[in-house]
């Protein structure tokens, strides 16, 4: 299917739909010839006929999602992927037309390609949120047509979700991306980066920090010189390691019990305690 040559877009849609019209429709019976000339024998000529004689009705189910702000010949490219698919997959001897298959591909591949362009932040990952993703807005209106209000508990009934789910869609398709380098302004050079507050701290709070960290550190340090070796150890083993380790542990090392290597510990604290805080 790789080597069929489609009718390429070039200037405008205006051009393609003129290209696309230049291929006639196929009737049931040379349809059924075609499909089953490329099903048992591979004929590419065959799939391209198929292929070229349905080009436009992928515009006319691209057309049907427009709404979403994307390309159209976009959609279509991608539509006409989803067709190249249904004639590789299409079994003529089901006795129905290809359109009727294919249009469940071209849906399919215009739907993944608009909520992959939607967001950088992945949506629609369930076949629930896929669902909800096309068929809210619909839901909403009609209920609001219907009513004058639409609410959460409405939508869920009608598109048989949950409430939950309705309100987490419904924040996510409110929340497009934006780029923080675009001009507001075409030409001012005001872009909305320059409309973030720095929530950076100041030189001033950063030294602050700096020199209150520095005299922590001495204190530390000079406190642990007022324990015997055997505390310091226990201390620096229990505490200050980047992997500390257990009573048991260093009982095993000075032979004695765990409950003493505890009382140890809270002996030693007690005395940087007296030293660090004050009185």
Known sequence: MNSLQLPVAVDSFEHYMTQIHRFPLLSREEEQQLAQRYRREGDLDAAHELICANLRFVVKVANEYRSYGMKLLDLVQEGNIGLMMAV???DPQRGIRLISYAVWWIRAYIQNFIIRSWSLVKLGTTQAQKKLFFKLGQARQAIQRLSGRADAAELAEQLTVREAEIEEM??????????????????????????????????????????AEEQL?????????????????????????????????????????RERVRQLEKQALGKLRGVLVPA
């Open 88 to 90: 590789k997959k299409f």
């Open 170 to 211: 419904s924040v996510r398709l409110a929340g497009r991306d934006a780029s923080l380098d675009v001009e507001l302004v075409e030409g001012d050079g005001y872009s909305l980066l320059d409309t973030l507050a720095d929530q950076r701290r100041n030189q001033e709070e950063l030294l602050i920090e700096r020199e």
């Open 217 to 257: 550190s001495d204190r530390v340090r000079q406190a642990l010189t007022g324990l015997n070796p055997r505390e310091r150890r226990i201390v620096h083993d229990r505490i200050l390691a980047d992997t500390p380790r257990t009573l048991q542990e260093l009982a095993d090392d000075y032979g004695i019990s």
